[in-house]
């Protein structure tokens, strides 16, 4: 399984537009190799030098979807709540220095649901035993 970005290359700079810095909108991106039995994709944005400070959270994405427009939320997703309690995507925006995000990839062979709308560790408690394969994408940003 894979995940990739026509905006940005793998372990390259995201490019202004999709940060705190610029129209704030969340980066086009592919999923390619969904392994079969996949009932549900799961994708998850941290910042991984701040802590996994968690910049979107979506779950429930329909296991056909192959691409994600611009600015969307996946088909069938439901997001979550941020590290900036917030339900939506919330662009890189480090302090200073550069910063690592990685848009991690979960393919699941269950939909996770619940009464409440999660955050971080309730969906990846929600995960455990239930993870068919994972992809990761790391872009850069600094300001």
């Known amino acids: 399984m894979t995940i990739t970005s026509p905006a940005f290359s793998a372990g390259g700079p ?3 537009r999709y940060t705190c810095d610029g129209e704030n909108v969340s980066p086009p991106l592919l999923f390619t190799d969904i ?3 996949t009932q549900s994709l799961v994708l ?3 910042d991984s030098d701040a802590r996994g400070w968690v910049h979107w959270l979506v779950y429930g994405i329909d296991p056909a979807v192959r691409e994600v427009e611009e600015g969307t939320v996946p088909l069938g997703g ?3 709540v941020t590290s900036f309690g917030e339900r939506t995507y919330g662009g890189p925006c480090p302090p200073s220095d550069t910063h690592r995000y990685v848009f991690h990839l ?3 062979d269950r939909m ?3 009464e409440k709308t999660p955050d971080a560790g309730q969906l990846t408690s929600s995960m455990e035993g239930h993870i068919l394969a994972t ?3 790391t ?3 600094a300001r």
């Open 14 to 16: 995201i490019p202004v």
């Open 35 to 37: 392994p079969d039995g």
């Open 44 to 46: 998850l944005v941290d």
């Open 78 to 80: 439901s997001q979550g």
């Open 106 to 108: 979960f393919a699941l």
């Open 112 to 114: 996770v649901l619940f």
């Open 135 to 137: 992809a990761t994408l």
């Open 139 to 141: 872009g850069n940003y």
